[in-house]
């Protein structure tokens, strides 16, 4: 009875060729070198800059957040502020309106309506720059950081190629 000869043995001849011991061989010798090159960097300065990295970018973002929770507060306190003051302006040219002739209260309620709007315009223009500013101010905080991220990393990277140089 024949024996059946499996991929990697030896007989009289040398060994058998396997193609797939031969792949992970060199799959095995790609990662130990990517391994040898990572024991040269300094990991638990790499991991603590790192860490700290993560901390930075936490806290720029509570940051932000502040900054745009901030600036909607200061929106809605205006618009209240605005409404009010509207609401309170129309109470008092109607209570001075009863009792005038029909001809002097249009008259009132068209200059009041023209202010009206012209005040209403004035608002959203002061609203619209309330909330660009604080945004733009969230924005600035976020674009730092990253931009404070990518000269880390460059650093981080020129670092780990000049050991090997």
Same mark, same amino acid.
């Given at each position: 009875?024949?024996?059946?000869?499996?991929?990697?043995?030896?007989?009289?001849?040398?060994?058998?060729?396997?193609?797939?011991?031969?792949?992970?061989?060199?799959?095995?010798?790609?990662?130990?070198?990517?391994?040898?090159?990572?024991?040269? %960097?300094?990991?638990? #300065?790499? *991991? $603590?800059?790192?860490?700290?990295?993560?901390?930075?970018?936490?806290? !720029?973002? @509570?940051? +932000?957040?502040?900054?745009?929770?901030?600036?909607?507060?200061?929106?809605?306190?205006?618009?209240?502020?605005?409404?009010?003051?509207?609401?309170?302006?129309?109470?008092?040219?109607?209570?001075?309106?009863?009792?005038?002739?029909?001809?002097?209260?249009?008259?009132? %309620?068209?200059?009041? #309506?023209? *202010? $009206?709007?012209?005040?209403?315009?004035?608002?959203?223009?002061?609203? !619209?720059? @309330?909330? +660009?500013?604080?945004?733009?101010?969230?924005?600035?905080?976020?674009?730092?950081?990253?931009?404070?991220?990518?000269?880390?990393?460059?650093?981080?990277?020129?670092?780990?190629?000049?050991?090997?140089?």
């Amino acid at each position: 009875m024949a024996t059946r000869k499996t991929a990697g043995t030896d007989d009289k001849r040398g060994a058998i060729p396997n193609p797939a011991a031969d792949m992970q061989e060199a799959f095995t010798q790609s990662l130990k070198g990517i391994t040898d090159r990572m024991q040269d %960097l300094n990991l638990t #300065g790499t *991991a $603590a800059a790192l860490l700290e990295n993560g901390r930075k970018d936490i806290e !720029a973002l @509570v940051e +932000a957040n502040k900054r745009s929770y901030q600036g909607l507060q200061t929106v809605v306190q205006r618009q209240t502020e605005m409404l009010r003051k509207s609401v309170t302006d129309w109470q008092a040219a109607m209570s001075g309106a009863t009792g005038q002739d029909m001809n002097a209260n249009l008259a009132k %309620l068209d200059t009041l #309506g023209k *202010a $009206a709007f012209q005040q209403a315009l004035n608002d959203i223009r002061e609203l !619209a720059d @309330v909330a +660009a500013k604080s945004q733009a101010e969230a924005f600035e905080i976020v674009r730092k950081r990253v931009s404070d991220n990518v000269e880390q990393v460059t650093q981080l990277l020129q670092q780990g190629t000049g050991k090997k140089k």
